[in-house]
């Protein structure tokens, strides 16, 4: 297929092709609120259609380079003012788009599998949904089809009172963490644009300078940005859950065929083309099912891979197709721990190794909101049972195939694991560099030293180190220098030089808050080549430990959930 160059707004503008407007429901109550811009509960629709509120005169700070070249995406277009406003939020302004509103979704909230209503504002869970996300175009380009949603793009009816704004900091963050992830090999959203405006502040709780509080003690005012975030859909399981919940109350007489319509047009965006539309709709539940299952224990074993923990992992942030969505408080893991987590609010259940389990129950939720579809039938109601019961074996199998490669082992095995993160807890290593220095095959514990936040003093742990170690090296398949160097590069493959450490999203954003944008710029072009040795210079700036001055430390540390 010849790929398209897309050179002007106007060719952008003829891809456009609106299937979850055009073939979902929308509120029908969406014509009797007004511009839809103030907190409402929607009771039925599968989305509320809503303009966004540009950001005032609009700087532009970045763009993904990457992602434009494999759209197709001449860098023509950011001269573009339709382009420039369309992803600003000023979509009014355009006179040739097919369509001239964005459009919200609802959505329900678990957190840790546990059903919730009590944050909406109208305490039935009608409240909930993109308070701040607005999708803007979905357009099939080079045969793929792709929604642009903004994020920070204004009100919707499910703003709770909310400004709909995202701040700068929040969107620098989100905007590199999306590549960077991409990069690393694990699905994501992806990053288009991101702008800012000085003209625009909003107030956001958050910690003074040098802070050790967990929890926000000021308000700040701070510049207001739109990332604009793309995927192959947004649907979320609790997106899902929403219509599945409806559906199970029997709330109104279209619900249970709304949610039927929204489950199918799951699998059509997602699952396509490992669900034959011939199939009847029993069958497509079970293979959306496992397929679902398949992708989101792939997705986490990978988090664990990298070190990245989705510190928010409720099942409105996790996507229905199986990838990486919603960059709140996310972190890199630096110094090693098991419960590691960088939101203040996010507690164990969202901690670094919890998340398989967090995931567990977001599978749950999933599989409890397709079963009102399967209510007429006993035997596909057990199989998906089966299926849901199977998640933790599959999620096991993942997790050890995966520290398997990490460690370049052909086989698991469990005693070596555990005594490596056992010793990884009481030398306090940092977790990037220690595999990446371990890819190296080296021959003694001292190669290994530049991951260790302290000195190894301890007699007993340098002897429990070098037993580790001997023990390792009679595992991996090592017996020439060309074989060293083969599994050398397989693991380097695995194990990535570069993550994207939360003071170097510090720095970036603070200068971009101060109009230098060339930070924000440099972490892109690094952190979109995480696994390539890159200029010595490069190496010493960002391959080094977290330095002692910024353990915990409040907006390094930890965050809150204020974006």
Not at 133 to 149: D, M, P, T, Y
Not at 306 to 322: E, H, I, L, M
């Amino acid at each position: 297929m010849n790929k398209n160059n897309i050179e002007t707004f106007n060719e952008l503008s003829n891809l456009c092709d609106y299937s979850f407007v055009d073939k979902l429901n929308s509120d029908p109550d969406a014509k009797y609120s007004g511009d839809n811009k103030f907190p409402r509960e929607v009771f039925s629709g599968h989305y509320v259609q809503v303009m966004p509120t540009p950001i005032k005169d609009p700087i532009y700070i970045s763009h993904s380079i990457n992602f434009f070249k494999e759209l197709g995406f001449s860098e023509n277009l950011l001269k573009s003012d339709d382009f420039i406003k369309l992803f600003s939020g000023d979509m009014e302004n355009i006179s040739n788009l097919k369509q001239k509103k964005g459009w919200a979704t609802g959505y329900a909230l678990s957190i840790y599998g546990t059903e919730y209503y009590a944050q909406c504002p109208f305490q039935t869970g009608n409240g909930y949904g993109d308070g701040r996300a607005i999708s803007v175009l979905e357009a099939v380009i080079n045969g793929k089809r792709w929604e642009f949603q903004l994020k920070g793009g204004g009100k919707t009816p499910y703003c709770r009172g909310a400004d709909g704004r995202a701040v700068l900091r929040s969107s620098v963050r989100e905007f590199l963490a999306q590549e960077h992830m991409h990069a690393l090999g694990i699905p994501t959203s992806r990053s288009l644009t991101l702008f800012t405006s000085t003209k625009e502040q909003v107030r956001r709780p958050w910690f003074r300078d040098n802070s050790y509080s967990k929890d926000p003690e000021v308000m700040i005012e701070e510049d207001v940005a739109i990332t604009t975030r793309v995927a192959t859909s947004f649907l979320r399981v609790g997106q899902i859950e929403l219509f599945g919940r409806r559906a199970r109350k029997n709330e109104h007489e279209n619900a249970l065929k709304e949610l039927e319509m929204i489950v199918l047009h799951l699998i059509d965006r997602e699952y396509s083309e490992v669900i034959s539309p011939d199939l009847d709709l029993e069958n497509k539940i079970m293979l959306l099912a496992n397929e679902f299952q398949n992708r989101l224990t792939s997705l986490v074993a990978n988090w664990i891979r990298v070190g990245y923990c989705q510190g928010n992992f409720n099942s409105d942030n996790c996507a229905a197709g199986g990838f990486t969505l919603d960059y709140g408080p996310f972190g890199f893991m630096e110094m090693f721990d098991p419960k590691y987590q960088s939101w203040t609010g996010g507690g164990n259940h969202f901690s670094f190794f919890n998340q398989p389990v967090a995931a567990f129950k977001n599978f749950k939720s999933f599989c409890s909101a397709l079963k009102p579809l399967l209510s007429s039938n006993k035997d596909a109601l057990e199989e998906l049972e089966k299926i849901e019961n199977n998640f933790s074996k599959v999620m096991q199998e993942k997790m050890e195939k995966m520290w398997t490669n990490k460690l370049g082992l052909d086989k698991f095995d469990v005693e070596l694991f555990e005594e490596l993160i056992n010793l990884m807890i009481d030398t306090k290593v940092d977790y990037t560099i220690f595999f990446r220095e371990l890819s190296n095959i080296p021959d003694e514990i001292s190669s290994l030293e530049k991951s260790f936040y302290g000195k190894l003093q301890n007699e007993n742990i340098k002897l429990r180190w070098n037993s580790w170690l001997g023990n390792w090296k009679s595992q991996i398949n090592v017996n020439d220098e060309e074989s060293k160097q083969k599994l050398s590069n397989q693991m380097k493959l695995t194990n990535p030089k570069y993550t994207l450490r939360e003071w170097h999203l510090v720095w970036a954003y603070q200068e971009a808050q101060n109009g230098n944008y060339e930070p924000v710029q440099e972490l892109q072009e690094i952190m979109t080549n995480p696994y390539e040795e890159q200029t010595k210079e490069i190496e010493e700036k960002y391959y080094i430990k977290k330095p002692s001055d910024f353990f915990g430390i409040a907006g390094i540390s930890h965050v809150s959930c204020s974006s």
